[in-house]
């Protein structure tokens, strides 16, 4: 390791030993680092890219009809509390006429929100369906986690289905 005085004309001398060699080779240094957070930032963006492309994908209808047993039940009760059965019945039919979105859950647990192919309440098309259990088909979509299914059809389920 080499020291060398700084300063004008010697008079100065470091504090402490300069290393030379180590000075020489930050800006190098900087490069490589400043290259591996580019290539980190790059792989980031296309990682993300590759998601969202993949969700708009699916957000544009590409995903096939599927049937899907379950039952009608008013998001409001059912997240908040947990309530869908026969006793809430009179609850969730209240709230998805006062505009509440409605949502089908499946008999697995997974639950959707409902629309319709035009913008507006599906509230018509799950009368008399809330809270009983029932046959949706319809087109599913996700986006941003959140689950949804273009109704369709929907109507009651039959004892032998």
Known sequence: MSTREVGTAGKHRAPFPVDVVSLERRPAMRKRMAFVALAVLIGVA????????????NAKGSAADVTLSGTVVDTFCYLQNGNHSAKHTSCSKTCIEKGVPAGFLTDDGTLYLLFDQKPGSVK??????????AILKGTPMTRGG??????KSIEKKSPSQ
Do not use: C, H, T
């Open 124 to 133: 018509d098309k799950v009368a008399g369906l809330i809270d009983v259990p």
């Open 46 to 57: 296309l990682v993300f890219a590759n998601r969202a492309s993949a969700g708009e994908e």
């Open 146 to 151: 959140v689950k949804g299914i273009q109704i």
